[in-house]
Nanobody
Framework: QVQLVESGGGLVQAGGSLRLSCAAS????????MGWYRQAPGNEREWVAT???????NYADSVKGRFTVSRDNAKNTVYLQMNSLKPEDTAVYYCNVNVWTGIIHRDYWGQGTQVTVSS
């Protein structure tokens, strides 16, 4: 089994910053892509950002230039630095990690962390 533990969410005013972390542990042989999704009330979960094991990054247009995804492979941890936050960024943020267990590739999800941006 693989466990993902997220931290770093909270309440911030518009224009402020937050940094989310997601640490993976357990039966991990190697980690491929790591990323972040979010889900606002009444909306479907949407993709935010991804970083490959080679360090390549991709972002949703809505966060490009404001959010930065990074990873620490030694710690099996992915981060999301969120700057210039807007009220429309309010959502529960979930990390997603693709793990090679030595037998299969499998996606795992974090428990979610609430980000609330006040206007």
């Amino acid at each position: 089994q693989v466990q993902l533990v997220e931290s770093g969410g909270g309440l911030v005013q518009a224009g402020g910053s937050l940094r989310l972390s997601c640490a993976a542990s357990g039966n991990i042989f190697s980690i491929n892509a790591m990323g972040w999704y979010r889900q606002a009330p009444g909306n479907e979960r949407e993709w935010v950002a991804t970083i490959t094991n080679g360090g390549s990054t991709n972002y949703a247009d809505s966060v490009k230039g404001r959010f930065t995804v990074s990873r620490d492979n030694a710690k099996n941890t992915v981060y999301l630095q969120m700057n210039s936050l807007k009220p429309e960024d309010t959502a529960v943020y979930y990390c997603n990690v693709n793990v090679w267990t030595g037998i299969i590739h499998r996606d795992y999800w974090g428990q979610g962390t609430q980000v609330t941006v006040s206007s």
